[in-house]
């Protein structure tokens, strides 16, 4: 079981930064992949970054070269670093974590924070 809270979330104007975290507890964070997801109004939710447990790094490409997605196991928290926000970032970001153990897919969220971008 795994138990994930979002902070970080709130107002900027575009081309601001805001670094999200969320924090896990309830298991060994290392063993997890974490990834972040949003869901605009109207929106599928989409994945925004992923972070394997060997640190390797996966963005979509709106983001890519703007967000920076990193974890600190020590203190089992992700983070997403956006940098030159736009309007189209506005969502709710939502923290993931999920292992797969060759029999089973374990995938826990948190409850979601608000990023909203106005120009």
């Known amino acids: 079981q795994v138990q994930l809270v979002e902070s970080g979330g709130g107002l900027v104007q575009a081309g601001g930064s805001l670094r999200l975290a969320c924090t896990a507890s309830?298991?060994?964070?290392?063993?997890?992949?974490m990834a972040w997801y949003r869901q605009a109004p109207g929106k599928q939710r989409e994945l925004v970054a992923s972070?394997?447990?060997?640190?390797?790094?996966n963005y979509t490409v709106s983001v890519k070269g703007r967000f920076t997605i990193s974890r600190d196991n020590a203190q089992n928290t992700l983070y997403l670093q956006m940098n030159s926000l736009k309007p189209e970032d506005t969502a709710v970001y939502y923290c993931?974590?999920?292992?797969?153990?060759?029999?089973?897919?374990?995938?826990?969220w948190g409850q979601g924070t608000q990023v909203t971008v106005s120009l």
């Open positions: 309830g298991s060994i964070f290392s063993r997890y992949t």
């Open positions: 972070i394997t447990v060997s640190g390797s790094t």
């Open positions: 993931n974590a999920n292992r797969w153990n060759g029999f089973n897919r374990s995938n826990y």
